[in-house]
């Protein structure tokens, strides 16, 4: 079965407010429990709180995004002569280059910081707010990290998000793991290869895109081919997967089986796979079923499939697609 060669935890960066810490401006917190009881465990959390970050006290005024949505000012709401735009901006620019290694952030929403998207923007005389902002901290920390996986905690009530930006955590590791590593002409096809069908769940068209990519690998080509290459990545596996598309890749991959199991077998699979697709069960039903053929009749090629095991099964976030 695929597995990465080392144990070594994802870091990932959050707000502190979502893991308890009594930071917001009312000296409260916005513990969320889907980080702190369950994927704590496998991940080891930075918090920032870039209020906090930035010198203001605990409690304190509350702020927010004024003026034009595009290049807001971050103020108080009591003082608008309190004006932290340019302070935030700059806390923000060192903290994205001072953070380790991190492989995703976790961000609180409708925050005027941290924000990812939606965020009310008020006029210039403090009416009319719009949904159409992105926090100070949230909008430089993306552009300093273009294919850091970033979501709101928020966004993460919905299962197919959840999956799929937890999911893009551990791209994104093997990712850096595989630049840090050398990049060569022979792992850089080995690591597509054992993307294939990861990749083709969320776009057949991106999978093509990175194949051709991979068409003239000579020289010096495959280092600034990679960086092409991860782009498509992140881009691609961002993108929310139907059940259509699980569909068509279970059935790739039960076409590796239709040779070694029997007729009994084959149409247990099938069923299955047919079950998932109507929505009367859940994905890990056809894809415990496919490990289980897969157990008993190994192939080097599929065991190296991230899809069969994309992350920590305690999860259990394909008991909710």
């Not at 108080?76 to 994205?96: F, G």
């Not at 490990?291 to 069969?308: E, G, I, T």
């Amino acid at each position: 079965m695929n597995s990465d060669p080392t144990p070594e935890l994802p870091k990932i960066g959050v707000s502190a407010c979502l893991l308890g810490h009594p930071v917001r401006y009312d000296g409260g917190h916005k513990r969320d429990r889907f980080l702190v009881d369950i994927l704590s465990e496998h991940v080891e959390f930075i918090p920032v709180c870039p209020e906090t970050g930035v010198g203001l006290p605990v409690p304190r005024p509350p702020i927010r995004l004024v003026g034009d949505p595009n290049t807001p000012r971050l103020v108080a709401v009591d003082d608008r002569a309190l004006d932290l735009t340019t302070t935030m901006q700059r806390y923000a620019t060192d903290q994205a280059a001072s953070l380790p290694r991190i492989c995703g952030y976790v961000l609180k929403k409708d925050s005027p910081s941290c924000g990812m998207e939606r965020v009310k923007v008020y006029g210039i005389s403090g009416k009319g707010a719009i949904r159409k902002g992105t926090g100070i901290f949230a909008r430089i920390l993306m552009e300093q990290f273009p294919l850091l996986p970033v979501e709101e905690e928020g966004r993460l009530n919905d299962p197919v998000l959840r999956e799929n930006f937890v999911n893009r955590i551990y791209i994104y590791q093997r990712w850096l793991r595989f630049l840090a590593q050398g990049v060569s002409a022979p792992s850089l096809i080995d690591f597509h290869a054992a993307h294939k069908y990861l990749i083709m769940a969320h776009s057949q068209a991106a999978y093509q895109r990175m194949g051709r990519l991979l068409s003239d690998l000579s020289g010096s080509k495959p280092r600034s081919i990679s960086t092409a290459y991860g782009q498509e990545l992140m881009t691609a596996v961002k993108r929310r997967v139907h059940r259509r598309q699980h569909v068509n890749v279970l059935q790739h991959i039960m076409g590796y089986f239709k040779k070694r199991i029997d007729s009994g077998d084959r149409l247990e699979l099938a069923s299955s796979i047919e079950s998932y697709r109507r929505g009367e069960t859940p994905l890990i039903v056809p894809i415990t079923l496919l490990r289980h053929f897969l157990r008993r009749y190994p192939d080097d090629y599929l065991q190296k499939q991230y899809y069969l095991f994309p992350h920590p099964e305690k999860l259990g976030l394909r008991n909710a697609l």
